[in-house]
C-alpha cells in the first residue's frame, strides 16, 4: 500500500490537474492512501473534500515581494510551515510526495527532502513558478505540461486532464452538447471564454461581433464567466451563459474557440483539436503568452494580445477565416499534433518510477 502526499492549490490551474492524478491513483489502487496538502482558502478546501480526499492544510505562507514587516515574519513561519509538512509525512507514512506548484509546494519539497521522501514535480505553466524551480533541483521526477519548459530534469508529460475530456468523444457527444445549449448540430460553433471570472475584452468583443458572426452562418457558445459586464446581445443563434457546469459538452460543440490562454485551456484545446484565437492574459509575468506559442507556432492556434483583439481585428482577421472550412479543419489537426490526452497516465507513470525500490 502506497501513500502519497499531493501538494499544490490556490487555484483552478493547480487543483484541477492535482484531482485528475489523485483519481487515477485512486482507481487504479483502491487500497491506497492519496492525501491532499493544501490551505483553508484556496479553491481545494471546498473541492478536495468534494471529490472524497482527505484535506491536509497548513498556514499559506507567501513569498515576500517587499521589505516590510511580512517579510520580517516569514522566516519563522516559513520554518514552521516546513516542520509542520514533516510531522505530517512521517504521521502518515507518506512515501512520495507529489507537487504541483503554489504557496503549499515548497515548504512540502523541503520536508520531504528533509525526510529523505522522494518529490516528484508537474509544472503546469511554460513558465515555470518559484517553488517548482526549486523543488526540481532535487526531484526524482519532473513533468511539464509544455515542450521548452525550463526546469532540470524536465520531461514532457502533457496536461493531466479531467477523465470527462480525456474520453471525449466529440462527434458521438455533439447531439447531446447542441440540445443542452439549445444551438444547432448541424451549423458550426465558435465557443468563446475568459474563464471562470471572465475576460472583459473577450466578452466585449464577442458581443460587439454577434450579428456579423452569425451572419457568417456560425453559432456562438459564449461562457462570460461571473463577473462579466457584457450582457446577451439578443442574437438568433448566440448563446449567452454565465458558466457551463458540462465544459465537456461545450468542448464536444465547439468547431473553433476563442479564449484566454491559461494552462488547462490549452491543453484541452490541443488534446481535442480545437484550433482557436488565443487572447493570454495580459496581467501577471506573462506566462500564458508561452504557454499558447507551441501550438500557435505548430499553426494550430492564432495568438493576439488583448489590447488588440478589437472588433475591427476580428472581422479582418478571423471573419474571413470563419468561412474557409479546410482552414479550419487544417488548424485542428496542427493543434491535436501538439496535445496529450494521455497527460495523466504519463505523468502517474513518473511517480511509479520514483518510488520504486532502487528508482
Known sequence: ???????????????????????????REPDSVVL????????????????????????????????????????????????????????????????FGGYVSTPAYLAARRAGVPV?????????????????RWAAGVGVAFAGTPLRGAQLVGM???????????????????????????????????????ARRINGTMVDSAQRIVDAGWQVLQIAGGTAEASDPGVEGYRFVSYADRMDLALALADFAVSRAGAATVSELSALGIPAVYVPYPVGNGEQRFNAAGVVAAGGGILVDDAQFTSDWFASEVLPLLADPARIAEMGRLALGTGFRDGTERFVALIDAATEPHA
Open 1 to 27: 500500500m502506497t501513500v502519497y502526499l499531493l501538494a499544490g492549490g490556490g487555484t483552478a490551474g493547480h487543483v484541477n490537474p492535482l484531482l485528475a492524478v489523485a483519481d487515477r491513483l485512486r482507481e
Open 36 to 99: 491532499v496538502l493544501g490551505t483553508a482558502e484556496g479553491l481545494e478546501s471546498r473541492l478536495v473534500p468534494q471529490r472524497g480526499y482527505r484535506l491536509l492544510t497548513i498556514p499559506k505562507v507567501p513569498f515576500p515581494r517587499r521589505p516590510n514587516g511580512a517579510a520580517l515574519r516569514f522566516p519563522r513561519a516559513f520554518g514552521r510551515s516546513i516542520g509542520i509538512v514533516r510531522e505530517l509525512i512521517a504521521e502518515h507514512g507518506v512515501d512520495v510526495v507529489v507537487g
Open 120 to 136: 516528484v514535480i508537474h509544472e503546469a505553466n511554460a513558465r515555470p513558478g518559484l517553488a517548482n524551480r526549486l523543488g526540481a
Open 160 to 198: 493531466p486532464l479531467r477523465r470527462e475530456i480525456e474520453r471525449l468523444d466529440r462527434a458521438a457527444s455533439r447531439a447531446e452538447a447542441a440540445a443542452y445549449f439549445e444551438l444547432d448540430a448541424a451549423r458550426p460553433v465558435l465557443l468563446a471564454t475568459g474563464g471562470s471570472l471572465g
